[in-house]
């Protein structure tokens, strides 16, 4: 007897093989039979053969002909992405704001990037920063900031803003989304996880401070959810514990939302210098209880000035995430056990003077971005800044090393925004 070969589970095999035989209804133009995708192929093997391919080579793709574009932007080629186990994760960068100048979206496989397009603007509004961006299922939500508004008086105060838009991946087009209840910059936000396919997107915290202006502006500790199927928002009666912005927020497991970091109250050094008084503390939201619980100071007084950029490493086969981050050059590991960072590795490659640097996880990897200080690898005729990628594996304690370009000019990582998406 022949032996099989299995490539997913029976459970993943049996839903791939209905959705392939729903491809019919959900082809982008109607009636699969009017234009076959692939000559001598049922347009059903057809999608099976592109969700094979790497996403990054969708765009070089769609101009093949009519029926490839429509298939390369359906949703139904990025569900069958799914089911099929063949999704890629990728870094979504915005370096100012995305109304204004370009994002991009970067494979880390291929060292390739894609441009995005811009956000739609407001005539009146301009300058935002301080936004979030997050993802869920195949769009980008850009959510929030702070702006200056031309209509305003004193026109050099930022507003926060509640404005969201989402950017659909698979056709690169953005959408105005239903408004947060209360305008925040510089907030916690984390997408929570679900495996009953309901995607809710969770926001604490923030204020109103623009990143031109080092101090000042308004705090809030209101908590609210966002259903991404419903596009509605909804209020969460439990605040947090304290007000604070510039903190930053991720799940562990489905029902734990971490709050940690940020500033609250300012005080005057001199009575003259206002200056921000930053949290050593967290506070994590237990969602089946509706309760907050405190996370008690994470260093010492004078150990640290400020939290590092935090990042969490999704666990594989069952295993718990892991909270990393990137203090100067060194990489810690949150011990929850002892409430305190270990260091985990320092950098190989230090990094140089007040220079910036991205952090971030992709594929179970912490990826260290910075600018390279020569570029002796890469020719200065090529367009794009020259990009130094330091990769640590958690696990396998090893260092591997990227370089890249920049497409869309000088990046400063202190202002940019970032975030992962699977596709």
Request: hydrophobic share 40%; glycine share 8%; aromatic share 12%.
């Amino acid at each position: 007897m022949e032996k099989k070969t299995e490539f997913l589970p029976a459970e993943a095999e049996k839903k791939a093989a209905i959705s392939l035989k729903a491809s019919s209804t959900a082809w982008p133009d109607g009636d699969p039979s009017l234009d076959l995708i692939i000559p001598g192929l049922p347009n059903d093997l057809a999608f099976l053969c592109l969700a094979f391919l790497p996403f990054s080579h969708y765009n070089r793709l769609k101009p093949t002909s009519k029926a490839w574009r429509s298939a390369l932007s359906s949703k139904f080629l990025f569900d069958l992405r799914r089911e099929w186990r063949r999704t890629e994760e990728f870094l979504c960068v915005f370096p100012s704001d995305p109304s204004l100048s370009t994002g991009a979206l970067f494979d880390p496989r291929f060292l390739l990037w894609s441009l995005l397009p811009p956000m739609p603007c407001h005539p009146h509004r301009f300058d935002l920063s301080n936004f979030v961006c997050a993802s869920a299922g195949s769009s980008l939500f850009v959510l929030g900031g702070s702006f200056f508004d031309a209509r305003s008086y004193p026109l050099g105060v930022p507003l926060p803003s509640s404005a969201v838009f989402s950017l659909s991946l698979p056709d690169f087009s953005w959408q105005p989304r239903s408004p947060m209840l209360n305008g925040r910059a510089g907030f916690a936000c984390a997408t929570r996880p679900s495996a009953d396919g309901r995607t809710c997107i969770f926001v604490a915290g923030g204020g109103s401070r623009h990143l031109e202006l080092g101090v000042g502006g308004l705090r809030i500790g209101a908590v609210e959810w966002y259903d991404v199927e419903k596009d509605e928002w909804f209020a969460m009666d439990e605040q947090l514990p304290d007000v604070r912005a510039g903190c930053v927020g991720f799940f562990l497991g489905e029902d734990e939302f971490w709050v940690m970091g940020g500033y609250g109250d300012c005080r005057t050094v001199s009575g003259v210098f206002p200056v921000d008084d930053y949290y050593r503390d967290g506070a994590v939201l237990g969602l089946k209880r509706g309760q907050w619980r405190s996370i008690e100071p994470m260093w010492e007084e004078g150990e640290r000035w400020r939290l590092g950029s935090i990042v969490v490493v999704e666990g594989e086969c069952g295993e718990a995430p892991e909270i990393f981050m990137l203090e100067e050059s060194t990489i810690f590991r949150f011990d929850k056990a002892s409430n305190k960072w270990d260091i985990e590795s320092p950098l190989p490659r230090k990094i140089q003077g007040d220079r910036s640097n991205g952090f971030t996880a992709l594929d179970g990897e912490l990826h260290v971005m910075s600018e390279m200080t020569t570029d002796l690898d890469l020719s200065r005729t090529q367009k794009g800044v020259p990009l130094f990628i330091q990769v640590y594996h958690p696990k396998k304690k090893t260092w591997k090393f990227l370089r890249t370009k920049s497409p869309v000019g000088n990046i400063d990582f202190r202002y940019t925004v970032m975030c992962s998406i699977r596709l």
